[in-house]
């Protein structure tokens, strides 16, 4: 694997993990949310990576061969229809139903910070790996430099 090859995959698991971020930062944005412009409460959002894959020969060699991959790609964003809303009685709500029970989004915030702290370190993990790749690049030419 190159020097550049390393820092794509450290650059793209940075920019997954800033849209995860991004995502998981509009979860907790819209917590009270009980109505979007189609009138539905919010929905929780999650996303969903994949490896990158390459066509090149290079790239199919060296997975063949065993060597990993060209880093990671976001391939949608999903809604969280898994978990339950949350049903809340306030008969006073503008959104209550004909029982008084206002449905409020699946978004626990407890879920939200724990992924936006692991969101975090993994985005912190590909700057560290990124920052190593360049250091070692520029020891690479500084031994250049003095043979």
Known sequence: MSFFNSMN??????????????????????IN???DENGDPYVRKTVVFAEKSSSNFGAIFNKAIGHTGNG??????????KTDMKMVYDPSHPDADADGYVTYPNVDTVTEMTNMIDASRAYEANVTAFNASKNMLLKTL???QKA
């Open 142 to 144: 500084e031994i250049g």
């Open 9 to 30: 995959v450290s650059a793209s698991g940075m920019t997954a993990q800033r849209l995860r971020t991004d995502i998981i930062s509009q979860n907790l944005a819209n």
């Open 72 to 81: 990671v790609k976001v391939v949608k964003i999903v809604e969280d229809t």
């Open 33 to 35: 949310t009980t109505r």
